[in-house]
């Protein structure tokens, strides 16, 4: 049975609002696209409201690494936790929402934890900044509620490290809920610990005058009291401390330590994630600090990009504003000199040039390996 609500005015008096279903969910999809806050980030979480960056409509997923897309979530959205959000849009009336959508999205969820990078998600995001005509640092600013520079190459690194993780939530969104699916919301959230899952129905009330929109967040008791609640991602990050002591032996504390120090001697600052910390240093000729190593807290474990273990080099080429000879002379000169190591990996995932060397073979090399990173980052300081 279709509800009704009503407005109240002093000068009209009541005006009855029909309940109406959405007539396409192409209509449904473009009002979260241009009005995400429908998704009621009060309720969601009302003790810490989350709020909502849309990175992209129609955001392709493939079934392996560096395949063609084989899917397309609905909406792709990330909080201001960095956790990345999938969206699946369908009206009540369509019969999937009562089976097949639930398959649907795990199997999104699965491939898009492994198959997308944050580079990937960075470039959809500044491109759609380019088409649209805003500016992704201010959209991140705006998201982040702060009134200075953000740290954006922070922030996507921290949707990196959710990546990793597999920190994610899954919405599903229709302008009614079925029971089923509410029961199935419920079930997942008690078993999937690092993924939060939710359900939002959308309402459409229509008068004379005026539309209304009225969002409900469904099966949030069991998201933020169970077992899958996810936590602030600031509570997870590690600290010098936590990083050290996961580290597997005195040898590989060792290294890191020096790397740390030799690091924080040069004028470098340090960005702790959950799974790794990154060195890097303001420079003139890039907006954002330029990170040019990251140290794993756990040894051979693919982390952002494929990194592992300790990894030096950059990560922004794709990023370099044009004209920045001299910057990327510099990391060039700096990716080169391990050209000739026999003791380390190169990596090239898509923007980044980078070398990863484990923590023993990095023992074994320190002076060489803490010389290289203070030298870049003298040079990067200096420009």
């Not at 999937?96 to 998600?121: C, D, I, K, P």
């Not at 401390?241 to 470098?268: C, I, M, Q, V, W």
């Not at 240093?281 to 990170?291: D, E």
């Not at 320190?366 to 203070?374: A, E, V």
């Amino acid at each position: 049975m279709s509800e009704r609500i009503y407005t109240l005015d002093d000068n009209k008096g009541l005006e009855p609002l029909e309940e109406e279903s959405f007539s396409s969910e192409e209509k449904l999809q473009a009002l979260i696209a241009k009005y995400p806050e429908l998704l009621d980030g009060k309720q969601v979480r009302p003790d810490d409201p989350r709020r909502w960056l849309l990175i992209t409509r129609e955001k392709g997923i493939a079934d392996q690494p560096d395949a063609s897309d084989r899917w397309a979530v609905d909406h792709l959205i990330i909080d201001q936790d960095a956790v990345p959000t999938l969206v699946e849009v369908k009206r009540g009336a369509n019969p999937q929402l009562r089976r097949s959508v639930v398959g649907q999205m795990l199997e999104y969820a699965a491939h898009a934890a492994t198959t997308w990078t944050v580079h990937e998600l960075r470039q959809t995001f500044e491109n759609a900044g380019d088409a649209l005509g805003f500016d992704p640092s201010e959209q991140i600013a705006n998201l982040l509620e702060t009134d200075s520079e953000p740290d954006v190459d922070a922030f996507w690194d921290a949707v990196a490290t959710n990546l990793a993780a597999q920190r994610m939530r899954l919405l599903f969104v229709a302008d009614e809920i079925p029971d089923p699916l509410e029961r199935v919301v419920e079930f997942l959230n008690g078993q999937m610990p690092h993924i939060e899952v939710l359900a939002v129905e959308i309402k459409q009330f229509r008068g004379k005058s005026f539309q209304t929109l009225v969002p409900r967040v469904i099966g949030r008791t069991a998201a933020t009291t169970g077992p899958s609640a996810i936590s602030d991602t600031r509570r997870r990050l590690l600290t010098r401390a936590s990083f050290l002591e996961n580290l597997p032996n005195e040898e590989a504390r060792d290294a890191a330590k020096r790397l740390l120090d030799a690091g924080t001697a040069a004028g470098a600052t340090q960005f702790w994630g959950s799974s790794s910390v990154s060195i890097r240093i303001p420079c003139s000729q890039f907006g954002q600090p330029v990170t040019v190593a990251w140290l794993h807290a756990i040894p051979n474990r693919l982390g952002w990009m494929g990194f592992k273990n300790i990894v030096f080099g950059a990560a922004i080429y794709d990023y370099l504003p044009p004209g920045k000879k001299q910057l990327r002379d510099c990391l060039d000169k700096y990716v080169g000199e391990f050209q000739k190591d026999k003791f380390v990996e190169y990596l090239e995932p898509k923007s980044a040039r980078a070398w990863t060397i484990r923590y023993e073979d990095a023992a074994k090399h320190i002076d060489l390996l803490t010389s290289r990173l203070q030298n870049v980052l003298f040079d990067l300081k200096e420009m």
